[in-house]
Nanobody
């Protein structure tokens, strides 16, 4: 395994919740680097959702998900999570996990641009019905 692997997507009604998980490959030292979540809806560009520093101590969110989504991580498991509450039909998209492996480890920064990341998962579909 080289790429991160996402899971947890599915179909949910508006107002519902989902929790996405992303496991990074152990040899990429995913637990030592910043990670992020992005999404892409049909016909739209990939957009930033949430990002987290290697320690989990600092996070950032797109305005559209602030107060509804929460990113967290468990470095012992090389795993990052995205808890999504109060889901809306506009949240329907393929959600991608990303790992930044370049640069020093244990860097207390997060990144919001797709070009700042080096490894991407295959994506997991989230569909919110009205």
């Amino acid at each position: 395994q080289v790429l991160p692997v996402e899971s947890g997507g599915g179909l949910v009604q508006a107002g519902g919740s989902l929790r996405l998980s992303c496991v990074g490959a152990r040899h990429t030292a995913a637990g030592n680097h910043p990670m992020g979540w992005f999404r892409q809806a049909p016909g739209k560009e990939r957009e930033f959702v949430a990002a987290i520093t290697w320690s989990g101590g600092n996070t950032d969110y797109a305005d559209s998900v602030k107060g509804r989504f929460a990113i967290s991580r468990d470095n012992a498991k090389n795993t990052v999570y995205l808890q999504m509450d109060s889901l809306k039909p506009d949240d329907t998209a393929v959600y991608y996990c990303a790992l930044r492996s370049r640069g020093p480890q244990f860097l207390e920064r997060y990144y919001v641009n797709p070009s700042d990341y080096d490894f991407w998962g295959q994506g997991t579909q989230v569909t919110v019905s009205s």
